[in-house]
């Protein structure tokens, strides 16, 4: 067990944007029974935000995860955007397949903040959620994140609140200044450690020095190591993959090939390898999708892959 790991996250967590209709649209049964397979294969990890779907994340996910014993898992939510009436209408504008009957407003204050969790377990029909992160304060203000959102989030831990709070976020500098800034539990990193590009490892480091858990999202960068055979129009930071990406991806396809190992199941498993990183969450939109991520996280690999992969030009200081 990792000791960066007290709130025993496992090795594999449900990322709930996808069922918050993420790029696009998918029928709440088939949303629900996405959750439940992720039951069903074991997960007791489950991450969501009032920003994904305004709010229908957070309704799908709890409309599973009430009926389940409640000492049997753990669920974190994220603060720093509020959900405020849109008398305008239309549809959502950032990325989720949604009516526009909310409109995100940023809050970092401590009355936000606490207004958020309570809203956000009504949503979800808990009477509690175990981690609490910060969410994107680099895209929004960060030095007001710094200077008002982590203390709120400290205070909010030692009233019990919450057990364990953090920042999510895709930048690893912002990450940084947050680590060195606050007692964080957590860290929720997106990308910036994946199989492909390593940009993150001297944050990896000091939160390993800070006892820092990382949680680990976007292990496949945005799809570009989401199959075993890379397509000419796979995604990579959320666009067209360029191709130079596109080149790298396939390389390290061909080094997985060799070993008889498919690309998403070395890069899931990759992450982990750093010792700051104690769980890897995956969004999925279909029960299949999730118990093959399952699957994967759980496959033997051998250690002869990574040297291989250290040698291809891919690993930190290999360049």
Not at 101 to 123: M, P, Q
Not at 141 to 148: C, K, P, R, T, V
Not at 309 to 316: F, N
Request: negative net charge; charged residues 25%; glycine residues 10%.
């Amino acid at each position: 067990m990792n000791p960066l790991d007290p709130l025993h996250l496992g090795k594999l967590g449900f990322g709930g944007a996808g069922i918050g209709n993420l790029y696009k649209a998918i029928p709440d049964g088939e949303a629900l029974a996405t959750v439940l397979a992720a039951w069903d294969a074991g997960i007791r990890y489950f991450d969501t935000a009032p920003h994904y779907g305004l709010g229908l994340s957070e309704q799908r996910l709890g409309a599973v995860l009430r009926d389940k014993p409640r000492d049997e898992f753990m669920i974190s939510t994220k603060v720093g955007r509020l959900l405020e009436p849109n008398a305008a209408g239309g549809r959502d504008s950032e990325g989720f397949d949604v009516p526009a009957t909310s409109r995100r407003v940023w809050d970092f204050s401590e009355a936000g903040i606490r207004r958020s969790i309570e809203d956000s377990l009504e949503r979800l029909g808990l009477s509690h959620v175990d981690i609490v992160y910060l969410h994107d304060p680099d895209v929004h203000d960060l030095q007001s994140g710094i200077a008002h959102g982590l203390p709120a989030l400290e205070k909010l831990r030692s009233e019990g609140v919450v057990k364990a709070i953090g920042v999510g976020t895709n930048s690893a500098e912002a990450a940084l200044e947050c680590v060195e800034a606050a007692d964080l539990d957590l860290l929720m990193l997106a990308g910036r450690y994946t199989l492909l590009e390593q940009p993150g490892v001297p944050l990896l480091d000091r939160c390993v020095e800070r006892r820092t858990g990382v949680v680990s999202v976007g292990a496949f960068n945005s799809g570009l190591l989401a199959r075993p055979e890379v397509p000419d129009d796979a995604h990579y930071n959320y666009d067209q993959a360029p191709p130079e990406m596109l080149e790298r991806a396939r390389a390290l396809a061909s080094v997985c090939r060799g070993f008889g190992v498919e690309l998403p199941t070395a890069a899931l498993q990759f992450p982990l390898r750093h010792p700051a990183v104690v769980n890897v969450t995956a969004g999925a939109t279909s029960p299949e999708q999730v118990t093959t991520n399952a699957a994967r996280m759980e496959e033997p690999l051998p250690e002869e892959l990574w040297e291989a992969w250290r040698t291809s030009g891919k690993a930190p200081g290999s360049d």
